[in-house]
């Protein structure tokens, strides 16, 4: 009853330390087909599959390394001839090994189907016009804006204090200005979402200051008007009557 305890048990360490051996070189030949990809390809990670006459190998990489190298034959399971887990089976390496060479040259031919691609591509662009000159008309109408808005300020400063908003309706839109001190803040044409013809972050397009320049005259006025009224009111006032 012992007879069976008596055997010799084989050992199988050669044949996992040739697995792993194998494994490794394969990992390290299709890292070099991974970073090629990537370069081709212009992107740290995706994957490619080619097909040979014995199935399909499907090479998914990141960062210019391989992170699985799955072979798919025409018959039977997947084998992941590379992967983040474990290296294969012997037997199903070995059967992936034998289509590995046309796994290679598939990848050849689909570079090699490149050759060529970008010979009669124009390298010649026509010139970029400069926006030198409507920039700077731009901003020698924003300045002139922001020069008589801050003159407001100065005024509102005066009369109304350190900071606050002189608002008006100009041809049914509303336009806002914000002091601070003797400085506007912003100038707002259109209401919460509308169009800063001044602010602290930089210029309008030239467009909007096309379209609104032509009512800054009319802001002023009404601005005149506001401050007329408000010096009309402060007229009416004696001590004598208090």
């Known amino acids: 009853m012992t007879e069976g305890l008596e055997a010799d048990v084989e050992e199988t360490d050669a044949i996992a330390e040739r697995r792993d051996e194998l494994a490794a070189r394969v990992r390290t030949h ?4 991974a970073r090629e990809l990537a370069v081709l390809q212009g992107g740290d990670y995706g994957q490619e599959t080619f097909t040979t006459d014995a199935g399909s190998w499907t090479l998914k990489y990141e960062a210019g390394d391989v992170q699985y190298l799955r072979f798919d ?32 040259e598939a990848y050849n031919e689909y570079v090699r189907s490149f050759d060529g ?9 026509p010139a970029v016009e400069s926006t030198a000159e409507l920039v700077a008309e731009r901003d020698r109408i ?3 804006v922001r020069d008589v808005c ?12 350190t900071y606050g ?14 002091w601070e001190d003797d400085r506007a803040s912003y100038l707002r044409v259109g209401g919460s979402d509308g169009i800063y013809l001044l ?9 909007d200051v096309r379209r609104l320049a032509d009512d800054v005259p009319a802001f002023v006025a009404a601005f005149n008007d506001h401050v007329a009224a408000l010096e009309a009111d402060l007229e009416g006032v004696s001590f004598a009557d208090v």
């Open 199 to 207: 602010s602290q972050y930089g210029p309008p397009a030239a467009p």
């Open 150 to 161: 801050d003159a407001m300020a100065s005024q509102l400063h005066r009369y109304d204090g």
């Open 165 to 178: 908003t002189y608002a008006t309706t100009i041809s049914g839109t509303r336009w806002e200005l914000k």
């Open 117 to 125: 691609l970008l010979t009669d591509v124009a390298d010649e662009f």
């Open 30 to 33: 299709a890292g070099e087909i």
């Open 142 to 144: 924003v300045d002139r």
């Open 73 to 104: 034959p025409q018959s039977g399971a997947d084998i992941y001839v590379v992967s983040s887990k474990h290296p294969p089976e012997p037997e199903p390496l070995e059967r992936a090994m034998a289509d590995y060479g046309a796994f290679v």
